[in-house]
Antibody, heavy 115, light 110 residues
């Protein structure tokens, strides 16, 4: 049974870069899973940010593509999200998950963009 | 910017049946399978239905999914108080080359 845990940066200043890690336990990042970052702004729906396959191929939401990078660190068994030039609109709960079957989700971490 | 459209709310009395719709297009629901998630406030979404109508292990058979053309539906029969949650549909979109979610439907048990 996989377990996913997001890191917790908490507060990020406008124009800075948001960095999050998702640590995977109970399994290997090099398995056939399809890893993803998803976010949910306060009171709003879910938004897919992007995904990375076990092959290393990445896909990003076109609306965020110019600011997003997703990469993996197999030595630490985690994958990461970097979102640059953040604004208040990037305030959300950020989830990491596998979107292949079976699916597993992290509990989510709150990120607030504010000076 | 949700690509899939759901009604904002749905409700029913205990024991009743509730149906939630999810409307998309030929590039998402029309060409790929649909997943449904249940989300209780303050928690992560839980996969309820995958590949249009399949239930992961542990999901009660009161939950069922269907798809026709560019729309999909989630039905909850024998509504129970613990079913009160937000429900999201999702599918891969070939045009966006990404995973898209619905606008979300809040289900209330009266």
């Amino acid at each position: 049974q996989l377990q996913l845990q997001e890191s917790a940066p908490g507060l990020v200043k406008p124009s800075e870069t948001l960095s999050l890690n998702c640590t995977v336990s109970g399994g290997s990042l090099r398995s056939s899973y399809y890893w993803a970052w998803i976010r949910q702004p306060p009171g709003k729906g879910l938004e897919w940010i992007g995904s990375i396959y076990s092959s290393g191929t990445t896909y990003y939401n076109p609306s965020l593509k110019s600011r997003v990078t997703i990469f993996e660190d197999t030595s630490k068994n985690h994958f990461s999200l970097k979102l640059s030039s953040v604004t208040a609109a990037d305030t959300a709960v950020y989830f990491c998950a596998t979107l292949s079957m079976p699916q597993f989700w992290g509990q989510g971490t709150v990120v607030t963009v504010s000076s | 910017q949700s690509v899939l459209t759901q009604p904002p709310s749905a409700s029913g009395a205990p024991g009743q049946r509730v149906t939630i719709s999810c409307s998309g297009s030929s590039s998402n629901i029309g060409s790929d399978t649909v997943n449904w998630y249940q989300q209780v406030p303050g928690t992560a979404p839980k996969l309820l239905i995958f590949k249009n109508n399949q239930r992961p292990s542990g999901v009660p058979d009161r939950f069922s999914g269907s798809k026709s053309g560019t729309s999909a539906s989630l039905a909850i029969s024998g509504l129970q108080s613990e079913d009160e949650a937000e429900y999201h549909c999702a599918a891969w979109d070939d045009s966006l080359n990404g995973y898209v979610f619905g606008t979300g439907t809040q289900v209330t048990v009266l």
